[in-house]
């Protein structure tokens, strides 16, 4: 028996395409060490500064359920060098501006920016990967789980001399990233057929992928609370900050590409899921109550990204198996849907802590995991399919002895 090909053992143009995976994923976190100091430099209150990541967010949101429409018709390679460019103008923009507004609306362009490449870039090492898609997801997630680890801290590092020096960072990776993908990603374009339009609406009309955008939704509310609101309540100059979410990045790589596998092997993905989701809002309603204790809450954000890593790497791996539509089309809907639920977090949850207390916000986030998982729970009839096409250890146990004993 030959062995399975290594995760590791991969193209160059793959490799090409999750080096700037990893750079685009660092500009989630970037800004979350410089969170405070914007606020003051900029005079601006915790909610417009929250609404850096709403503006990214909501126009990724948007923009995703054009990209699969857009890349259909000029071709993966010209949608991601479209997206890297797009980001490298608008993070130039963010860093030379002088108001939050100015960065709010700056940070909306990279969103457009990271729309384009984000869809189009998982598409992309899941077709060009070799093992298959549950090796190129494992790789995808490797690279979200290094840029969301990577980001913080340099932004740390960076956001030590100003907070327009994680801007900068991102300008000279991302030009690096777009040499990377125009030079390696080579070899004959394959035939494209164009996506209609309403592909991605249409997609979402699909019962399986409904319950998984819907539990993204609320999922990705409890994600950009942990992300986005902690830099205010944790009270930590950018150094700190980018520390205490470095090591929530690393436990999060950790999980999404070592621990989420083993569990999937010998778990229902499904299981996966109402195993994971609930512990995420358990950590989350504990974070309510230590939100006053620095110690405290650095382990809630620790142990939320353990948690999240398993969550990640299973929902994209749901997706990927939902449907029978393009991988594009389908990543585009459920994107779109993710990142609309990871718009509405930040602001909220500002809100919520002037209004009430600093605790509030994770409460709100622990409802809405739980009703994330109230998605997997009942809607688990209409993924009965992923679950069967996703076998366990067990399955594959029963099905080596019929196959002897046939």
């Known amino acids: ?93 963010c860093a030379l501006s002088g108001s939050v507004d100015a960065v709010i609306g700056f940070r909306a362009g990279w969103g457009l920016g990271n729309a384009l490449f ?11 990967a070799s093992g ?28 030590e001399a100003s907070w327009r020096g994680p801007f900068f960072g991102v300008v000279a990776l991302m030009a690096i990233a777009f040499v990377a993908v125009a030079v390696l990603l080579r070899g004959p374009s394959p035939a494209r057929t164009p996506i209609p339009f309403s592909a991605p609406f249409r997609a979402l009309g699909r019962p399986a992928l409904a319950i998984l955008a819907g539990t993204a939704l609320f999922y990705n509310i409890g994600f950009f609370t942990l992300l986005a ?5 944790l009270g930590f100059g950018a150094m700190g900050i980018g ?25 229902r993905l499904t299981s996966v899921l109402l ?15 230590v939100v006053d204790s ?24 749901a997706v990927m198996e939902a449907t029978d539509l393009p991988r594009s089309v389908a990543s585009s809907a459920y994107s779109a849907v993710r990142f609309l639920g990871g718009a509405v977090a930040p602001p909220l949850a500002a809100f919520l802590w002037h209004a009430a207390t600093a605790g ?3 409460i709100m986030a622990t409802v809405s995991v739980v009703i994330a998982a109230g998605f997997v729970l009942f809607g688990r009839r209409a993924l009965a399919h992923i679950d069967a096409a996703h076998p366990t250890a067990a399955d594959e146990g029963a099905a080596v002895l019929v196959g002897d004993a046939a």
């Open 132 to 159: 298959g898609s549950s090796a190129a997801i494992v790789l995808y997630e490797a690279a979200l789980g290094l840029g969301i680890a990577v980001g913080p801290l340099l932004g740390g590092i960076l956001g």
């Open 118 to 128: 984000i869809s189009t870039a998982l598409a992309t090492i899941v077709g060009a």
């Open 1 to 93: 028996m030959s062995a399975a090909p290594s995760v590791w053992k991969q193209p160059a143009q793959v490799w090409a395409v999750a080096f700037a995976c990893v750079v685009a994923f660092m500009g989630i976190g970037l800004v979350d060490p410089i969170l405070p100091a914007i606020a003051e430099s900029l005079k601006a209150t915790p909610v417009e500064t929250e609404l850096l990541f709403t503006s990214y967010l909501v126009v990724t949101g948007l923009a995703m359920l054009v990209t699969s429409w857009i890349s259909s018709r000029i071709g993966a390679k010209a949608t991601l060098l479209v997206g890297l460019g797009l980001i490298v103008v608008f993070a130039l923009f």
């Open 275 to 289: 195993l994971a989701l609930p512990l995420l809002a358990v950590v989350l309603l504990v974070a309510a109550f």
């Open 229 to 233: 609101f902690s830099p205010f309540p």
């Open 294 to 317: 620095p110690a405290g809450l650095v382990a809630c954000i620790i142990a939320g990204g353990l948690v999240l890593g398993v969550i990640n790497t299973a929902l994209t791996e």
């Open 243 to 267: 520390l205490t979410f470095f090591g929530w990045g690393v436990a999060l790589a950790i999980t999404s590409v070592w621990v989420a596998p083993l569990l999937l092997r010998r778990m």
């Open 360 to 362: 509030t916000p994770y």
